[in-house]
């Protein structure tokens, strides 16, 4: 505990940083006054770590009161994560990211995005026609390696961050695997391409709203390749396409292709050939917070283990650029690229549980896999 002169030396610094605010908190009720004694020190305390994060995540807000709202929010996600780690039953850890100043719902307004539900024969329409996918799952050939890592092989590119108001998460996950399978086709660097093409010119998809990787797909089919970042740069927003820089192209695709669904034996073929698309349900509040370890969809609140995850509500995307572990090994992940920046997870990237007990993959990441063939 805080001496009584240091309680009144960090409150005396909070109270100048706040315009003489403190001590008040924002709740469901609006602005209410910290208790004393130990809950000051502890609010005290916990302002003073807001600052940091504030300081460390460039964050500012419009108005005192907006930001001790935040502060609450905060406080509150803080609390959550650290009860998590500590209760031990969790297969990873999660950290305090970028995303701690957020309502769960304001998270996933702005970082996710609404996919279709598959029925349980999918039927997908794809440029040769209609492709019903049967349920059999044929395993991987013998010849697929135990473990691959595109990453370490340097045809990934750098984690992009697709930002705080746009759900464009598809299309950065399309776009992931186009610039790998680009440079793994041309046995060259992977070329940084643009997901601001497809989100202003992509008329299969919704932008910033929704969409679809195979789509996304499509559309650089039909435009005979797709431009690069600084040629059409990322503004995290819907835009009027300009037309004018449509054949400038740095990458093209000659097709795309399901993997098998519900079969992590045949995404694991893919993957071992290049990175793939896949959906995901990233709507439980611990995925969010992810920082390291094997996330397995399992989460816990209030003292309560829950999970696993959904398969039924993939509302976000990642890249699959890799795996470890394969048959009977003890530890098998794969690799997911995300695009929420590197100060989320393992530096942008996670590690999901392989070849669980679901056929659908964990989260449902094995429903609907897609890559693009240059």
């Not at 209609?130 to 010849?143: I, L, R, T, Y």
């Not at 932008?207 to 789509?215: K, V």
Request: proline share 4%.
């Amino acid at each position: 505990m805080l001496s009584s002169k240091s309680s009144l030396h960090v409150a005396l610094i909070l109270v100048v940083t706040l315009t003489d605010v403190l001590p008040l908190v924002s709740s469901s009720r609006g602005l209410v006054a910290v208790p004393t004694d130990g809950a000051l020190e502890d609010s005290l305390l916990m302002m003073e770590r807001f600052h940091g994060w504030m300081a460390k995540h460039g964050k500012s807000y419009a108005g005192v009161e907006e930001k001790l709202r935040r502060f609450d929010i905060f406080r509150r996600n803080v609390e959550f994560i650290e009860a998590a780690n500590r209760d031990g039953r969790l297969s990873y850890t999660l950290g305090v990211n970028q995303f701690a100043d957020l309502t769960h719902e304001e998270f996933l307004a702005t970082h996710t995005s609404r996919r279709v539900v598959p029925s349980e024969e999918m039927v997908i329409t794809t440029r040769a026609g209609v492709v019903v996918e049967g349920a059999n799952c044929q395993p991987a050939p013998n010849a697929v390696p135990r473990s691959i890592n595109w990453v370490n092989q340097s045809k990934v590119t750098p984690v992009k961050n697709q930002g705080k108001v746009c759900g464009a998460c598809w299309a950065f996950s399309a776009v992931a695997t186009i610039e790998s399978a680009y440079a793994i086709a041309k046995r060259g660097e992977p070329p940084v391409l643009s997901e601001q093409e497809l989100i202003d010119c992509d008329t299969f998809d919704r932008g910033c709203t929704s969409g679809e990787m195979y789509n996304a797909y499509f559309w650089v089919l039909r435009n005979g390749g797709i431009a690069n970042s600084s040629t059409y740069p990322y503004k995290e927003t819907d835009g009027k396409c300009e037309r004018g820089k449509l054949q400038e192209h740095a990458a093209t695709i000659r097709d795309y292709k399901f993997v098998k669904h519900n079969c992590e034996e045949q995404l694991m073929a893919a993957v071992a050939v290049r990175p793939v698309a896949v959906g995901f349900d990233s709507n439980d509040e611990c995925f969010k917070f992810y920082q390291a370890g094997l996330y397995d969809g399992m989460c816990i609140k209030h003292g309560e283990y829950f999970g696993p995850c959904s398969s039924n509500d993939r509302i976000h995307s990642l890249a699959i650029v890799g795996y470890a572990g394969k048959g009977g090994d003890r530890v098998k992940y794969w690799i997911a690229k995300n695009s929420w920046g590197e100060k989320w997870g393992k530096k942008g990237y996670v590690w999901l549980k392989k070849d669980v007990d679901e056929p659908e993959g964990l989260c449902g990441l094995a429903i609907q896999p897609v890559y693009p063939i240059v």
